[in-house]
C-alpha cells in the first residue's frame, strides 16, 4: 500500500553522499517521502511529527561508511512510527476479559463507538463470533435505539450467530439498555456485554451528552472506538472529539480490506495515543484479525504488503 514510499526512498539516496546528514539533506528527502505519506491517508500534523523527529534524529550525525543514506533514513522511520505504536501501548481484550472472570466473578463490560456508519453494529458480530471462538460467551445490547432498522439489524446478526440479544423499543434510553444487559449478564453468568450504540458525529452536542452518559451509568470495562480506515483526516478529527468525551480506550479500523492506503492506522494512533486491537478486513463474521504494529510498519515502509 505504501508503493509510492518505497519509490521516494530510492530517490532520495542519489542527492545524499556525505556521510552527515544537513537540515537541508532531510527536507530534500523528506519532499519525496511527503508526498507518498500524503497519498497514503497519512494526516498531516502526523506528516509534521515525522518529519521533525526525522530532523531531531539525523542532523548533524556521522554515519558509518558502510551504510546507505537509503537505509539510515529508511530505519530510523521505521524506529520513529513503530515508537508511535508503541508509546500508546497494547491491549490484550481477551486476557482482560478473563482475568475479569477468574478475579471477580462479573461480565467484561465493552462499548462500541463511532460516527455513521462505521462498522459498529457489523464488528460487534464479528468481536462475538471471534470471542466464541476464545470459549467466551457473549450477550449483545442493542444500544441504538435510534436509527430505523438498527435493532433488526442487530437482532439479525445474533441470530445468526446464536447470541442473546438484550434490546428494548425505539426511542428508550441506551443507557437503560445497557443497564438491562449487564443485569442479564451477571444473572446468566455470561462473561461479556457488547453494547452497540448509534452513530453519531462527533459534532451532535445532544448525541454526545447521551453517550457521556451511557459511559457513565453503564461504567464499562473498555470502551471501543470504531473508525473507518477509508475517512483518512476526517476520521482523525473523529477520533480526537470522541477521544474528549469518552476517554475510549482502544481502536478497531473497519474497512481495511478496500482501497485501504495504511495512513489512518499511524495518524489515528499518534493523535489518540491509543492503541489499535484489531483490524476489520471484509463483511463476513471471521473478518476480524488482531493488529500487529511491527508488521504493519513493516509493510508500510517496504511496500511489500497489500495491508
Ligand atoms: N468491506 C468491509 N465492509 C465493512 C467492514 N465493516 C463493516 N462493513 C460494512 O459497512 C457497512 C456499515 O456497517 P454497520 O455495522 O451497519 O455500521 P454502523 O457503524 O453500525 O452504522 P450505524 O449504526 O448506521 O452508525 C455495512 O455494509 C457493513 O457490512 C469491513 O471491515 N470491511
Ligand atoms: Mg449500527
Do not use: C
Amino acid at each position: 500500500m505504501f508503493d509510492r514510499l518505497k519509490k521516494a526512498f530510492s530517490n532520495i539516496v542519489k542527492g545524499l553522499s556525505e556521510k552527515e546528514l544537513s537540515e537541508a539533506d532531510i527536507d530534500k528527502v523528506f519532499s519525496e517521502i511527503e508526498i507518498a505519506l500524503l497519498e497514503s491517508d497519512v494526516a498531516h500534523e502526523t506528516i509534521t511529527y515525522l518529519h521533525d523527529t526525522l530532523k531531531r534524529e539525523l542532523v548533524g550525525k556521522r554515519f558509518d561508511k558502510s551504510r546507505d543514506n537509503e537505509s539510515i533514513v529508511k530505519d530510523t522511520l521505521k524506529d520513529i512510527m513503530i515508537s508511535i505504536f508503541n508509546n500508546a501501548g497494547t491491549l490484550d481484550i481477551i486476557e482482560r476479559i478473563n482475568s475479569k472472570k477468574d478475579r471477580e466473578k462479573e461480565p467484561y463490560t465493552i462499548l462500541f463507538l463511532g460516527i455513521n456508519g462505521t462498522g459498529k453494529t457489523t464488528t460487534i458480530a464479528k468481536f462475538a463470533n471471534m470471542l466464541r471462538k476464545h470459549n467466551i460467551s457473549s450477550v449483545i445490547v442493542a444500544g441504538d435505539t435510534h436509527r430505523a432498522g438498527a435493532i433488526e439489524q442487530i437482532t439479525e446478526h445474533a441470530t445468526r450467530l446464536g447470541i442473546k440479544v438484550i434490546a428494548q423499543r425505539y426511542g428508550a434510553d441506551p443507557a437503560a439498555v445497557g443497564r438491562d444487559g449487564v443485569l442479564y449478564a451477571k444473572a446468566h453468568r455470561v462473561d461479556t456485554v457488547l453494547i452497540d450504540t448509534a452513530g453519531r458525529m462527533q459534532t451532535s452536542r445532544n448525541l454526545m451528552d447521551e453517550m457521556a452518559k451511557i459511559v457513565r451509568v453503564v461504567k464499562p470495562d473498555l470502551k471501543i472506538f470504531v473508525g473507518d480506515s477509508l475517512a483518512g483526516n476526517d476520521t482523525i478529527m473523529q477520533a480526537r472529539e470522541f477521544l474528549r468525551y469518552t476517554d475510549f480506550n482502544a481502536i478497531i479500523l473497519t474497512k481495511s480490506d478496500s482501497d485501504y492506503k495504511g495512513g489512518s492506522a499511524l495518524s489515528i494512533v499518534h493523535v489518540t495515543n491509543k492503541p489499535i486491537v484489531y483490524l476489520g478486513v471484509g463483511q463476513g463474521y471471521d473478518d476480524l484479525v488482531p493488529f500487529n504494529a511491527e508488521e504493519f510498519v513493516e509493510q508500510i515502509v517496504e511496500g511489500n504488503g497489500k495491508r
